[in-house]
């Protein structure tokens, strides 16, 4: 299993592919439109890469965060979503953008991926929010269930989407305690997404 690619971008076309030669061997890479805009001809690169594999086809999906690697892989471990479909989703909503939608139940947002309505998106927020771990984050008072809770939620959210512990508990040390969970894991994923950009 090919797990990353670090190499010289080659070429790249408009169907989002590009072309990165490693030790002399070129590999096909699809992108999103994004990434892809990052992936000058003759520039070095290095891409996190899910390597699918089917019975009639291998195809390697590159990644320039490996945080939008793991939504990937979340995506399409989901019922009803391709790894076409997963490109689409992560070629028009970042993925901190994409938890606050399903956070959020923001059906609008994800009709703006192309080839989603209105009922795919339904029932994409509800696959989702089961894959992502939402259900748990309802903002809890302090009360009932503590900060303890809020915290542990948002940590658990947090690793359903592949960040590690360490770099988790530096995020949450530098956020205010008394925030609800849907703040505290909004606050928290920026942070984290600032210090892999």
């Known amino acids: ?7 010289t971008v080659l070429e790249r076309t408009e169907d989002s592919t590009a072309l990165v030669e490693v030790g002399g061997v070129g590999y096909l ?3 999103t439109p994004r990434t892809l805009a990052e ?28 945080d939008e690697r793991t939504t990937f892989q979340v995506l399409i471990a989901t019922h009803g979503i391709g790894p076409a479909l997963a490109l689409a989703i992560l070629g028009t909503h970042a ?21 989603v309505g209105k009922k795919t998106a339904e029932r994409l927020l509800v696959e989702l929010r089961n894959r992502l771990n939402l259900p748990l984050l309802d903002p809890l008072p302090v009360g009932a269930g503590g900060k303890g809770s809020v915290v542990g939620d948002v940590r658990e959210a947090l690793t359903g989407l592949g960040y590690g512990p360490e ?3 530096d995020a949450l040390r530098e956020l205010p305690e008394d925030a609800d969970a849907s703040a505290l894991l909004r606050d928290a994923l920026r942070l984290l997404g600032a210090r892999r950009a």
């Open 29 to 31: 890479v699809s992108v």
């Open 167 to 169: 770099e988790i508990r």
């Open 39 to 66: 992936l000058e001809p003759g520039s070095p690169a290095f891409l996190h890469v899910h390597h699918h594999i089917r019975e009639d086809a291998q195809t390697l999906f590159g990644f320039l965060h490996r």
């Open 1 to 7: 299993m090919i797990g990353s690619l670090r190499g």
């Open 95 to 115: 993925p901190t953008a994409l938890v606050d939608i399903v956070a959020s139940n923001d059906i609008g947002a994800l009709t703006l991926v192309p080839g």
